[in-house]
């Protein structure tokens, strides 16, 4: 198969896509600000899409670039991406409306769920891995590997901890994958139908893995390669991948899910402010802190923000909330760091530029 340089994907195709949802006002200045800061991104590399939603209505949406070379067909807010780690802010509000409704609670240890008495992972609570507190390592094999969450546990039980479980934050992979593992025991059901379920709700239909993945209409590589290829490996995800990582999701659908998030849709008000909480504080700096699957800031200018990012070698997805402005950003890219992390903050400095 030919394959087609990447500088040829980079030259900036650019697609003004009017989203699902009916647009409110936007002020003319705004949308000239944010247009000029895509098209130096886009200028400078940026493929993919992004949105700019205002009290859950978009104001400003934008493809760059070529979602599918062998056919040609351009990024829209239907394209599904690969979003990596923001599929821990879906397994972190799972995870809080099962708290929020007393179905789970945060300091229930791990071997309630699991035969790990006398591991490391006997102690560690919901809380420690929601928060990256459980001293667990990163990962214990690679994303594409075909092994199942059962094994992931069995491994994990089998791995030394770092440090002692609510010592100190250090982010973890496999925390997430071991909470998709609690939620599978808890629920009876596989982690994405608990996840689908859940989605349904604000009709996310197109966010998930495997029951939602379509080839047809999603990013394929210069190289010919489609998400479950690259991402996963084949045709299913495997345990390293599920719950932290590797999820599906498309423009359109980030600003239903996020929007209802953020409104106390998707789960009830308290489930999203336990979320929000910042339990712990990412550096000791006191800049960041880690919530339930998302970082809150406080900044004097903007207030409060909530966001997540992830990244992988082909990939990457990152959203941002300021609570007080009632905005949301997104950008998703078929290439790796830092490129939607670049349009984000770009487009931050566009919209609220003094």
Known sequence: MKTISKSTRLKPLLLACMLIFSSCAADADEVDRATEAFEIQSA???????????????????????????????????TQFDIASVTKTITGLLVAEEIAQGRLKPDTQLNAFFDVADTPLAAITIEQLLTHTAGLVDVVGEDAEAIDLRDVVQRAAQTPLLYE?????????????????????????????????????VNAVSTGYTNVFDSTNSVTLADGRNIGEVSWGGQYPGGNLIGNGGMVSTPSDMVRWLSAYSEGRLVSAKARDLARTPYVDETGEGISYYGYGLVIEEDDALGTIYWHNGGSRHFNAHWREFADKGVIIIALSDQPPPQADRM???????????
């Open 44 to 78: 400078e590399g940026f493929t993919g899409f992004v949105v700019i939603v205002r009290e859950g209505q978009a104001i400003f949406s934008r493809g760059s670039g070529i979602a599918d070379i062998q056919s040609g067909a351009p990024f829209t807010e239907f």
């Open 165 to 201: 479980p609510g010592e100190k934050y250090r982010y973890s992979n496999l925390g997430y994958s071991l909470l998709a593992a609690v939620l599978e025991q808890h629920s009876g059901m596989s982690y994405e139908a608990f996840a689908m379920r859940r989605l349904a709700r």
């Open 344 to 354: 984000v903050l770009a487009l931050q400095g566009a919209m609220f530029e003094d």
